[in-house]
Every structure is written in structure tokens, then in C-alpha cells.
């Protein structure tokens, strides 16, 4: 017990605190977890990634069950994705109920908020130089991420086809005898005790139990909502054009959101703590059935990539002795780091400077060296990075507040 609930409170915290959606909340976990914690090995969270973005899910969803699942069994797992859900379902029923009362507006708050988006840039950076002599070896490591960022950056090619490509090219260095590191310990799954008979009497029939009822109460904010769940490959951005079609516009089915109130639930999803789909999930699923749609909707989302992840882990697991999987967790290795880089530019694009077209582009020094310090932070381990994000919410509410105010 005690294990579960610091595992709740380190989870939470991360989700409540952390901007900028699943990829700072899997480096702020991997840190937390790895490095201080030591529950996990430092990169661990990180070299799973390509296991997360395969799996349909949120990424911060994703890691949540993983630290569950390796720290605290499958009850560990449960806890951890309630405690990473809990932050933006709270934060979006408050926006729900009245988001014209929030001060996003505030000098002050956009301050802070642009000093938590500089510290996650730094952090990204920071893990990505970090864990490059691991990940990144010899010509095949080299050409991979190269040819991986390319597709990402420059041609915003699709994610899960970039990650089958790195699988199958490692399938294919692998069986053709291509040279692999001896000290490559990337983990290849998980192996977790099978439940007891009894158990799994008590499971699947609380599970149908539960089900029956909010199938039964909230049906249509359930299925609709398991469904995205299903279809959330490669992170929640994937998920915004479902979400226009299903709930936007005078022809959408569902409701009938105008396009100007979408746009202003975008950018408050996008300002605030959580992942933008569970977000927008909880804003929905209140719109379509009070406080108790929004839970509904939140946790339809997420549930599917529970049980889908657990299974995909523990398989691995039984396997990884296989040339196949070790030439398929190799192959892809070296993409992640176009994954992390992919996401530091973004989050450096929403702090650093900001740029779109038919507008000025705009750089903002402090920024810079916020992303900077939060970056020397880490390498150096001279804060923990809760602490240096906390440093520069703070820097960055005096330095905008007080040059706007």
C-alpha cells in the first residue's frame, strides 16, 4: 500500500505540473523514476517508446501503466493511470463548467505557463543528449535517426510508419548479420505472475458488472469514447480531426460545438497541464453527460490502452530471446531520438520563439535561457527537474508578467 500511494503522488504530480503533453510527461517520469527514484533504470521509460507510440494510447498514458506494471503489478498499473487522468479531469470540469472565469489571460499566468514550456524544452534537450551514446551507435544507429528526423521534421511523415520502417530495417540488419552492441540491455517487455483462479473470477466479473452499468446509463459517451481510445495510435494530436468530425459544427452527430468555441478549448487544452485528448475528452464527455460524462469519457479513453499494453508487454516478454524482437527493438532504437527531437522543437516553437504564416517571427531571449539552465539542470543533476521547472514557472510569471504588467 504504501508503494502504491507514492506511486499515485509522484504520477499525479508529474500530470498536475508538467505542460506540453505525453512526450514531457515520459522525460519528466523518466527522471523521476529512473534517476531519483531509482524504481526503474535511467532511459528505461524512453527506450519503451517505440512500444508506446505502437500501442494505441496516449503517451502519458502509456508510461503511467508501465511504471505501474514494473513497480506495483497490474493494481499498480490501474493506480498509475488514474493518477495521471486525475490532473486534467479536474482542471477541464473546472473549464468545463465555466472556462471564461480561468485568467489564461492574465500577464502573469502566460508567464508562468511560457516559463514551464522553456524548462520542458531544456528537459527534452537535455534527455536526448543524454541518452544518444546508448541509443545511437555505429552507421546503422546514425543513419536511422537522420533519416527518421527527416521524415519527421521535414516531411511530418506519420509516426507508427516511421517506427515500422526502423522495426523492419533492424529485422532485416539482424538476420543479415549486421554488427549489434554486446551491452545493449534495452528491455523487451515485462513478465508479471498470473492472476489466481479466484482472482480472475473477481475481476472479469466486477469488469462485466461495471461495464453493464455505464453501458446502460451513459452508453453513447462510453462507446464513443473507447472507440477513440482505439484509434489513438502515435499520441492524442491524432485524435483532434475524430473529434472536429464526431462533436464540431452544425452536421456533427454528437454535438454541434461552434468551430470558435473548439478552437478556444484547443488552446486552453494546449496551456494547461495533461495530455490535449483527455483534456478535450473531459470537456466533451461533461457537455454530453455533467461531471459524471466527463469521468465516463476520461476513462473510456485510457481504458483500452490498459489492457492493450499490459498484453503487448507480457508478450513481449515471453519472446525476447527471439533475433526477431531483438532486431526489431534495435532497429527502432535509434528513431526515438527523432521522436525526442521531433518533440524539443515543438515544445522550443511554443516558447523559444513562435513563428506562423503570414506572421513575424518572434524570439524570445529569456526563453533561451530558461531552456538553457533547465537543460544544465539535468546534465549536471544539480536540481531535481520538478524543482528546475518549478525555478522557472516562476522565472518566467516575473520576467512576462512584469515586462507586460
Same mark, same amino acid.
Given at each position: ?10 504520477? =499525479? ?38 512500444? =508506446? ?17 514494473? $513497480? ?38 502566460? +508567464? ?31 543513419? $536511422? ?32 548479420? +549486421? ?37 446502460? &446509463? ?50 486552453? $487544452?494546449?496551456? $494547461? ?24 469519457? *476520461? ?61 513575424? &517571427? ?25 524543482? *528546475? ?17
Amino acid at each position: 500500500m504504501k508503494r502504491l500511494l507514492r506511486l499515485f503522488w509522484e504520477v =499525479f504530480r508529474i500530470a498536475l505540473f508538467v505542460v506540453g503533453g505525453g512526450y514531457a510527461i515520459i522525460v519528466v517520469a523518466d527522471e523521476v523514476f529512473g534517476r531519483r527514484l531509482k524504481w526503474l533504470r535511467e532511459g528505461e521509460l524512453l527506450e519503451h517508446l517505440p512500444v =508506446f507510440q505502437m500501442v494505441p494510447g496516449l503517451i502519458a498514458g502509456n508510461s503511467a501503466i508501465y511504471v505501474g506494471l514494473k $513497480t506495483a503489478g497490474r493494481l499498480g498499473a490501474a493506480v498509475a493511470l488514474l493518477a495521471v487522468a486525475l490532473p486534467s479531469y479536474l482542471i477541464f470540469l473546472g473549464v468545463s463548467c465555466g472556462y471564461s472565469l480561468l485568467p489564461v489571460g492574465n500577464p502573469w499566468v502566460e +508567464g508562468a505557463l511560457l516559463g514551464l514550456r522553456s524548462a520542458i524544452t531544456g528537459v527534452v534537450f537535455a534527455t536526448l543528449l543524454r541518452g544518444w551514446r546508448k541509443s545511437v551507435v555505429g552507421v546503422y544507429g546514425y543513419a $536511422t535517426v537522420v533519416l527518421a528526423t527527416a521524415l519527421l521534421v521535414a516531411v511530418n511523415a506519420n509516426v507508427a510508419l516511421v517506427l515500422l520502417a526502423a522495426m523492419g530495417a533492424g529485422i532485416v540488419w539482424k538476420f543479415c548479420g +549486421g554488427a549489434t552492441p554486446d551491452h545493449d540491455d534495452a528491455s523487451a517487455g515485462l513478465e508479471l505472475p498470473p492472476l489466481s483462479r479466484g482472482r480472475q473470477l473477481l475481476v472479469w466479473g466486477g469488469g462485466l458488472l461495471a461495464l453493464a452499468a455505464v453501458s446502460w &446509463f451513459y452508453g453513447e459517451v462510453f462507446w464513443s469514447f473507447v472507440k477513440f481510445g482505439l484509434l489513438g495510435f502515435g499520441g492524442g494530436y491524432v485524435l483532434v480531426p475524430m473529434y472536429m468530425q464526431q462533436f464540431v459544427g452544425a452536421s456533427a452527430p454528437q454535438l454541434q460545438l461552434p468551430m470558435e468555441e473548439f478552437a478556444n478549448l484547443m488552446a486552453l $487544452t494546449q496551456a $494547461t497541464p495533461g495530455p490535449v485528448s483527455v483534456n478535450a475528452a473531459t470537456f466533451f464527455g461533461y457537455r454530453m453527460g455533467g461531471i459524471a460524462g466527463a469521468a465516463v469519457a *476520461t476513462a473510456a479513453l485510457l481504458l483500452p490502452s490498459l489492457f492493450l499494453l499490459t498484453a503487448a508487454l507480457t508478450g513481449l516478454a515471453r519472446w525476447k530471446r527471439s533475433r526477431f524482437v531483438q532486431g526489431l527493438l534495435w532497429g527502432v532504437k535509434p528513431a526515438t531520438n527523432a521522436l525526442i527531437l521531433k518533440a524539443g522543437i515543438a515544445f522550443a516553437g511554443m516558447s523559444v520563439w513562435s513563428w506562423a504564416p503570414g506572421q513575424a &517571427f518572434v524570439f524570445r531571449p529569456c526563453s533561451l535561457v530558461l531552456a538553457v539552465f533547465a537543460g544544465a539542470m539535468l546534465l549536471k543533476k544539480r536540481l531535481s527537474v520538478m524543482a *528546475t521547472i518549478f525555478l522557472c514557472a516562476a522565472a518566467g510569471a516575473l520576467c512576462w508578467g512584469g515586462l507586460i504588467g
